[in-house]
């Protein structure tokens, strides 16, 4: 779905400084790798590097490869990666949700999953959006005559994709851009007016005070200068509780155990059999799945 000169300059740097610091993570999978320019740069850190993609691109000595389509269940055991990365992939496919809610399942507890994006909530595309109906990184009409998985489908303004990673069981952690582009600033003087027009109907339109105390912080969020001016909206999620279904609500607990609230039972077993279990899984063995991915709620 990707080659390597497609993520936005500057993109795998700022996904790498968020894999990389400390929390100790160790074998991690990105998805769609492409060719693994990302990979390769895990690899040099000295971790345990997977690659998935419809087409097998990788040139990745030592990393191990499966074919994957995004839109469907991945081919990877329950808790299997400490982290997931997804540059650039998330615009490109038709059930994001199904996808998150697979990247949950296969991360272990904890797990941090970094996607990047074309940054939609940036002051320059939402201009561009005002005078012609479209984005950025999205300028003209796709050829509906010719659909491909290049095709940005889904472009996500933050609010969107914070929505996508809470429901689905992950708390967003962290905010990043690639860069700032110069021309970005023109629009700086925009700012006192977004904010505020932006705190006027986020108080007129939300009564409740939880959820008005939720919109503040979305809010500060979208005020960021990484947001308001950058050119790819990268987000860092931790997994936390289990995915929310349609009719529930309860907060994203990290003390909750996903396992009880699906109504499975933990893995009981020593760690030192369930890893060697799942390295041997890892490696290409049979798939062992203790349950199939939530039905979407889009």
Known sequence: MRREHEAARGTHEAVADLILGPGGC????????????????????????H???????????GARFRQADMSSPLPYPDGSFDAITCIEGLEHIE???DFVRECHRILRPGGTLVVSTPNASSLRSRWRWLLTGFHNKCKIPLDETDPSPLHHVNMMSLPELRYLLHTCGFRLAALRTNRIKPISWVYAPWVPLAWLVTAHVFRREEKDPVRRRRNREIARDLFRPAVLFGETLIA??????????????????????????????????????????LESQLEGGPRRSTGAAAPAVD
Do not use: N, Q, W
């Open 95 to 97: 059930r994001p949700f």
């Open 26 to 49: 160790r074998r991690v999978l990105d998805i769609p790798c492409g060719s693994g320019a990302f990979l390769r740069r895990l690899d040099r850190a000295g971790l345990e590097v």
């Open 236 to 277: 860092a999620a931790r997994r936390a509780g289990a995915p929310l279904r349609k009719g529930t609500a309860f907060a994203l607990d990290p003390g909750r155990d996903p396992g009880r609230e699906s109504g499975r039972e933990p893995d009981s077993r020593p760690a030192s059999e369930s890893e060697s279990e």
């Open 51 to 61: 690659g998935a993609d419809l087409v097998k691109g990788l040139e990745v000595p």
